[in-house]
């Protein structure tokens, strides 16, 4: 009986797989059990077959999906539209979706992709949102993609947007490290890597009294450099006192202004003679250049002369250094490359783990950064005395 109703199955099946394009996602199990009132042994059984004819593809928690590119009449064509190209598998296309209070630096890792895929002869389709809600339903009737990749700024991600991205696309690919603990291929920088640059620049310089401010935001990257940077008491054998992290009150986003912000926390962090308690600062998570600028020129702070600055953000994008600030952290055109390997990683090997992709940090030196000035650096010198006596 198991072996009718198994065959009975395969031979739907396989029906339904020649009349479906390559890489779209079959009927479950549980449905295809309903359907024809079988076990799910049968079901099992017969989907066994296809794998073993190269047809299907199954992935835990994915599905299984119609892989036709694996026969040998399969031509160039591979999954679902994606074209070979040489030994590489390139998307035939590609969504990108962005919130839409995107930064320079998304756009601009935008443009990049955009120009990979129309080099390979591919479309790409770019939507920002505000709602999420909305975005379900325009998503409900959109057609399928090769690539979709979702542009994540800190803000939290919905389980069921990501559930029907899942369903829309075989290669979904997060572009930032906010999400976590899900079987999504991601790809972000390691800003812990980042925080390390501009530690090991600013003790160079002398600095030994160093604050951090940031968003005010529970997002995983920014939280991740918080922990670090509260733990630092001793830096490479150089004693160093962390100040911070000093959240910016009702800044939750990177391109919400921040000089009323910054102002108002450098203020409260003044003591009576109207001194800083750190001879350098760092930031996280902030995209407004010109904001950091205009609160440091209210508070009549002169940059790297009274204070110096360091960036942890995107050394290439103009709006976040302004020309001025020294910086650590990924750039956009790694971004977009890293972001498009793994689609096409993902279109290659389905079946692989989902895996997380850390892109390389680098740091520019601008004029933001500097040695402390003579009578911070006699304070400084004070403060390494006291510690090392104790």
Request: aromatic fraction near 4%.
């Amino acid at each position: 009986m198991k072996t009718a109703s198994s065959e009975v199955v395969l031979r739907s099946l396989f029906e339904l797989v020649d009349t479906l394009e390559d890489g779209a996602r079959l009927p479950t199990v549980r449905d295809l059990m309903k359907r024809f009132r079988v076990s799910q042994s049968a079901v099992q059984s017969a989907f066994d077959r296809l794998r073993r004819d190269g047809l299907v593809t199954s992935q835990v928690g994915r599905g299984s999906y119609v892989t036709k590119s694996r026969h040998p009449d399969s031509g160039d064509r591979a999954v679902n539209g994606s074209v070979r190209v040489g030994g590489a598998v390139n998307p035939g296309s590609l969504l990108i979706l962005s919130n839409s209070s995107m930064n320079e630096r998304c756009m601009l890792v935008q443009n990049h992709m955009t120009n990979d895929m129309v080099a390979t002869g591919g479309t790409v389709v770019q939507m920002s949102y505000h709602d999420t809600d909305h975005l379900l339903n325009l998503l409900r009737t959109a057609p399928n993609f090769d690539g979709i990749i979702l542009q994540s700024h800190y803000e939290l991600i919905p389980v069921r947007l990501l559930h029907l991205l899942q369903q829309k696309t075989r290669a979904l690919v997060v572009d930032g490290h906010s999400l976590s603990g899900v079987d999504i291929d991601r790809v972000g920088t390691d800003w812990e890597e980042a925080l390390a640059l501009g530690l090991d620049h600013l003790t160079a310089l002398g600095h030994r009294r160093i604050g951090l401010v940031s968003l005010d935001t529970p997002a995983q990257p920014v939280m991740s450099v918080r922990r670090a940077f509260a733990r630092i008491d001793n830096w490479r054998g150089a004693p160093v006192e962390a100040v911070g992290p000093i959240l910016l009150n009702g800044v939750q986003h990177p391109t919400q202004s921040v000089d009323t912000a910054l102002a108002e926390a450098l203020a409260d962090c003044r003591s009576g003679e109207r001194t800083l308690p750190f001879t350098a600062l760092i930031y996280i998570g902030i995209s407004d250049g010109e904001g950091i600028r205009q609160s440091l020129d209210r508070l009549s702070i002169r940059c790297p002369e009274d204070l110096s600055v360091y960036g942890l953000g995107h050394p290439t994008v103009s709006t976040e250094h302004f020309g001025r600030f020294t910086m650590a952290g990924s750039g956009h055109e790694e971004a977009a490359s890293g972001l498009m390997d793994a689609i096409r990683m993902r279109l290659r090997t389905p079946s692989a783990d989902a895996s997380t992709r850390f892109l390389p940090c680098r740091e520019v030196v601008r004029a933001s950064t500097a040695a402390p000035s003579t009578g911070v650096e006699s304070r400084n010198s004070e403060i390494v005395a006291h510690e090392l006596t104790e």
